[in-house]
């Protein structure tokens, strides 16, 4: 059984930094490019970023470009997303995602997603 598990999230203040992580089992996901999304209660589910199966390719939010790292380990069975200066509005349920041929800001050209971890930024 295919399964994607975040963790990481959690309560900061503002300004302050959160890793999330994201495991991936149940199959090999060296060839698949992965994605982090979000939702904040009553908006539409939001591309965060998303990196190439090689890793040689990232590609990022324009609300999250220069404060957040996505990366991913040499194994390829984790992703990553480093969140700096965190804001407020970046509190939402975070979501990773993985697929085989993508677009990466489109939520539905992923194949697999995790269940969430809920990042809160306090002011």
């Known amino acids: 059984q295919v399964q994607l598990v975040e963790s990481g999230g959690g309560l900061v203040q503002a300004g302050g930094s959160l890793r999330l992580s994201c495991v991936a089992s149940?199959?090999?996901?060296?060839?698949?490019?992965m994605g982090w999304f979000r939702q904040a209660p009553g908006k539409e589910q939001e591309f965060v970023a998303s990196i190439t199966w090689s890793g040689g390719s990232t590609y990022y939010s324009n609300s999250v470009e220069g404060r957040f790292t996505i990366s991913r380990d040499s194994a390829k069975t984790a992703v990553y997303l480093q969140m700096n200066s965190l804001k407020p509005e970046d509190t939402a349920v975070y979501y990773c995602?993985?697929?085989?041929?993508?677009?990466?800001?489109?939520?539905?050209?992923?194949?697999?997603w995790g269940q969430g971890t809920q990042v809160t930024v306090s002011s």
């Open positions: 149940g199959r090999t996901f060296s060839s698949y490019s």
């Open positions: 995602a993985a697929g085989a041929r993508l677009v990466p800001t489109v939520a539905d050209s992923y194949d697999y």
